[in-house]
Every structure is written in structure tokens, then in C-alpha cells.
């Protein structure tokens, strides 16, 4: 079991981890506007991890070694089928965050998500869906939920106006989407934190994530996309930048996937969201999407979420 230093270290390996989650949101959002195609952005993430995914296991013996014995388990059964779809939770999870941080922002997304997390981390936990097993939920957790849930929806209150209702309603559903982005992101968690377990390295559940997600996500992505009128269209070449989503999101998964493990479901989760919540905050503040409304709501909702979070590490601890 790792000691109490461990814990606090991995703890701040995934709240910094985390942030770059909150960057890859911002690009994503950036590139839906270029291109209005979600899903286009969606698999596109996808893709450039399991590249970089694929680069580290050929460059590091460890990673390679790992993943080797991936493969084997895999072919033996001992990793069963169902536990290598977290790619697919993952996929749902970056088309969705592509469509809505254009029109909620990122704060009010991330805010969203950690409420879908947090309830969906709970309830993992409990059924025992995570490597270490099944674990109690406490009266401190249930808050931790209820105040998440809270924490949503004191962010998109100020978008309440029966003058525009339409605006109102759309806010609402993406909202609703976010927070369902937070659940499959949670089992997407625990599933990459049972295959981590089981060949001893978060890169190479990070990779199977990543090769799922693009096998299944991509003519998913040519379908939806298809039967929305939305074309794949060029991406924007001239700033490469704006392409490292997927990389941001190999190295949050991965570790997430090593971390687990020491700090359950739940706790993995609910650490990761003082870096969320904190970077997305200083996105919305230093390089806004047009649908980003900052102001006390949003700032209330944050601290809210973080209190949430807290709640949720101190049910778990005891």
C-alpha cells in the first residue's frame, strides 16, 4: 500500500495532469468553430493520442514490455473484452466536450462534468467496478454528490431568461450532455484502471484507450457526421497547436489510470478537480469561447464543485 507521502504525490500528479484537460477543452472548442464538426474534432483527438500512445511504446522498453503482456492477457482472456471499452467511453466524452464548450464555456462544462463524475465515481466505487475493489460510500460522499449537483446548477443560473428561452433551453441541454460526459467519463476511469493493474503500467491502458476509441470512434464519427450534414473538412495546419488535444488527453488518462489503484474511482476523480476547475477558470478568463458568461454564478459554482471534491477525498479517507 503506498504511504501517506505516495498518495499525497500521485494526488498532485493528476490535479496537474488535469489542467491539461482544460487546455485540450479550450482547443477542441476552438477547432468546432473552424470546422462545425464535433465529430470530426472528436476522432481527431483520438487519433493523435494513440499516436503519440504508440510512439512511447516503441521508444520505452517499460511501456513496450507492458504492453506486450497487454496483448497476451488480452488473448488469453484474462483481460476480458468489456474491459478494454474505455475508449469508447472516451470517444463520447471529447465529441461532447467539442460541441459544448463553444456554447457553455469551459468552466461551466468542467463544473458539469465533475457533477457527472463525482455521481457516477460514487456508485463505481460502490459495485466494486474499480481494481481496488468495492468501496464504501459514506454520508460525506452523498454530500459530495448532492453539492456537485448543486454546483451546476448555480453555474448556468444566470443563463435562466424567459426572454431567451431558446438560448435558456440550449444551455440546458448541453449542460445535461456535460454532465453525462462526466458519468461514461468515470466508468471510462475505472476501466482503464483495471487493465493498468493488470499489466502494470498506466501508458499501456492509456494505449488501448486510445486504439479502441479511434477503431470504433471513427466510422461512428463518419456516420453522425453524414447524417447531420457536416463534412469533414481540412484542419487548421498552420497552427499546429491546436492539434495536441489528444495528447493532453494520453497523458490525463494514463495517469488517471495509474492512480486509481491507490486512490479509487472516486478519489481519483474528485482530486483531479481543483486542477479542472481552477485552469478552466483562468481559461474563460484569459481566452474565452463566445458563449462564456463569467460572473459570481460561475465563480460560486467553481467553489462549490471544489468544496464538493474535498467532501468526496475526506469521505473516502475515512
Wanted: with cysteine.
Amino acid at each position: 500500500m503506498p504511504t501517506g507521502e505516495s498518495r499525497i504525490l500521485i494526488a498532485l500528479l493528476v490535479v496537474v495532469t488535469a489542467f491539461g484537460t482544460v487546455v485540450q477543452s479550450r482547443i477542441n472548442g476552438e477547432l468546432v468553430v473552424i470546422t462545425r464538426n464535433p465529430f470530426e474534432i472528436g476522432i481527431l483527438n483520438f487519433i493523435v493520442g494513440l499516436v503519440a500512445c504508440t510512439i512511447l511504446v516503441v521508444s520505452r522498453r517499460a511501456v513496450r514490455t507492458a504492453w506486450t503482456r497487454m496483448m497476451t492477457l488480452t488473448r488469453r482472456g484474462q483481460i476480458r473484452w468489456w474491459e478494454c471499452l474505455g475508449g469508447i467511453c472516451g470517444t463520447y466524452f471529447v465529441t461532447v466536450q467539442s460541441g459544448s464548450v463553444p456554447i457553455l464555456g469551459v468552466s461551466v462544462f468542467t463544473v458539469a462534468v465533475v457533477a457527472g463524475q463525482a455521481t457516477n465515481a460514487a456508485v463505481l466505487d460502490r459495485i466494486g467496478l474499480g481494481p481496488a475493489g468495492r468501496q464504501p460510500v459514506s454520508a460525506l460522499r452523498i454530500c459530495a454528490v448532492i453539492l456537485a449537483i448543486v454546483a451546476v446548477v448555480v453555474s448556468v443560473s444566470d443563463r435562466f431568461d424567459s426572454s431567451r428561452f431558446a438560448d435558456s433551453r440550449l444551455s440546458m441541454v448541453f449542460a445535461l450532455l456535460a454532465i453525462s460526459a462526466g458519468l461514461v467519463s468515470a466508468v471510462q476511469s475505472a476501466l482503464n484502471g483495471r487493465v493498468a493493474q493488470k499489466v502494470g503500467h498506466g501508458m499501456a491502458a492509456g494505449w488501448m484507450n486510445f486504439a479502441v476509441g479511434t477503431v470504433v470512434g471513427l466510422p461512428i464519427a463518419i456516420v453522425l457526421s453524414a447524417a447531420t450534414g457536416r463534412a469533414f473538412v481540412a484542419l487548421p495546419l498552420d497552427r499546429p497547436w491546436l492539434l495536441i488535444g489528444g495528447a493532453l488527453a494520453l497523458l490525463y488518462v494514463a495517469t488517471v489510470a495509474w492512480a486509481i489503484r491507490p486512490l479509487g474511482i472516486l478519489g481519483a476523480a474528485v482530486l483531479s478537480v481543483v486542477g479542472l476547475l481552477l485552469g478552466a477558470l483562468v481559461i474563460d478568463l484569459l481566452a474565452p469561447t463566445p458563449g462564456t458568461q463569467f460572473g459570481w454564478h460561475l465563480v460560486v459554482g467553481v467553489l462549490l464543485a471544489i468544496a464538493a471534491a474535498g467532501l468526496a477525498a475526506l469521505g473516502r479517507t475515512r
